[in-house]
């Protein structure tokens, strides 16, 4: 009887194996897809300058400003799709003295016009600016504080 039993199951493997069904197969397509927004960004986004004055002019004005005193403030901008750089209002800290007028720009105090950045590429940006008196006499003693607001915006 075991005789029997081994030989119906190796005739049923042999018949298994030996008659198996040919194996199809399929294929797919995948389709991967993206996008990448323009966008340019500033590599330190809380970059400062230092006001002083000038010999030149006593304390009739506080720069930040290459030529004639302080330290203007530099910030690098990346833009990986053409952009622009512009600058925004200055805004005065409320502790400062009352009565004087503040102005900003790129490189010097009085170019406000916005700076073209190509795409792939990193720009330094340095922001001056100056402090007066807005009755044009000396600036009263104080401490000054400013803040400028600069928006990197790809095209």
């Known amino acids: 009887m075991l005789h029997r039993s081994l030989f119906a199951s190796v005739l049923m493997?042999?018949?298994?194996?030996?008659?198996?069904?040919?194996?199809?197969?399929?294929?797919a397509t995948v389709t991967f897809s993206?996008?990448?927004?323009?966008?340019?960004?500033f590599d330190n986004a809380t970059a400062s300058g230092s006001l002083a004055t000038s010999s030149s002019y006593g304390n009739q004005y506080l720069f930040a400003s290459q030529g004639y005193a302080g330290t203007e403030a530099t910030l690098n901008v990346t833009c990986n799709t053409p952009g622009t750089v512009s600058i925004?209002?200055?805004?005065?800290?409320?502790s400062n003295?009352?009565?004087?007028?503040?102005?900003?720009?790129?490189?010097s105090y009085w170019n406000s016009s916005p700076i073209s950045v190509s795409a792939g590429s990193t720009v330094p940006v340095?922001?001056?600016?100056?402090?007066?008196?807005?009755?044009?006499g000396q600036l009263p003693s104080g401490n000054y504080q400013?803040?400028?607001?600069?928006t990197a915006a790809g095209n």
């Open 97 to 107: 003295p009352v009565g004087t007028i503040a102005q900003a720009g790129f490189g």
């Open 88 to 94: 925004g209002q200055v805004t005065p800290s409320s």
């Open 126 to 136: 340095q922001v001056s600016m100056i402090a007066y008196d807005q009755n044009g």
């Open 34 to 41: 993206g996008s990448i927004d323009g966008v340019c960004t």
């Open 13 to 27: 493997l042999v018949s298994t194996v030996g008659f198996a069904g040919v194996a199809s197969a399929d294929t």
């Open 146 to 150: 400013y803040t400028v607001t600069v």
